[in-house]
Nanobody, 115 residues
Framework: QVRFVESGGGLVQPGGSLRLSCAAS????????MGWYRQAPGKERELVADIMSTSGRTNYVDSVKGRFTISRDNAKNTVYLQMNNLKPEDTAVYYCNGLNWKGSWGQGTQVTVSS
């Protein structure tokens, strides 16, 4: 059974930082390109960043380049998202999932950026 458990969200002031974690299980994690997605109220879910399965090569949406860093630990079946210099427009529920293959979505973790 595929499962994603996201954690690490919270309320942070503009300019602050958060580190999200996503524990994955039920599939061959080290073989899957993983991504972090977010969905803001009233908007569609969007891909924020992705990371290759073994090379670690990363890609980012323009709005987070230079501020967010995606990483993964294949030994722990976990993918991370370090978010720095957060902005109010980063407020959303954040999810992890595969890029070219997707399992059922987890509950996500809420990130709220507000003063």
């Amino acid at each position: 059974q595929v499962r994603f458990v996201e954690s690490g969200g919270g309320l942070v002031q503009p300019g602050g930082s958060l580190r999200l974690s996503c524990a994955a299980s039920g599939f061959s994690f080290s073989s899957v390109v993983m991504g972090w997605y977010r969905q803001a109220p009233g908007k569609e879910r969007e891909l924020v960043a992705d990371i290759m399965s073994t090379s670690g090569r990363t890609n980012y949406v323009d709005s987070v380049k230079g501020r967010f860093t995606i990483s993964r630990d294949n030994a722990k079946n976990t993918v991370y998202l370090q978010m720095n210099n957060l902005k109010p427009e980063d407020t959303a529920v954040y999810y992890c999932n595969g890029l070219n293959w997707k399992g059922s979505w987890g509950q996500g973790t809420q990130v709220t950026v507000s003063s």
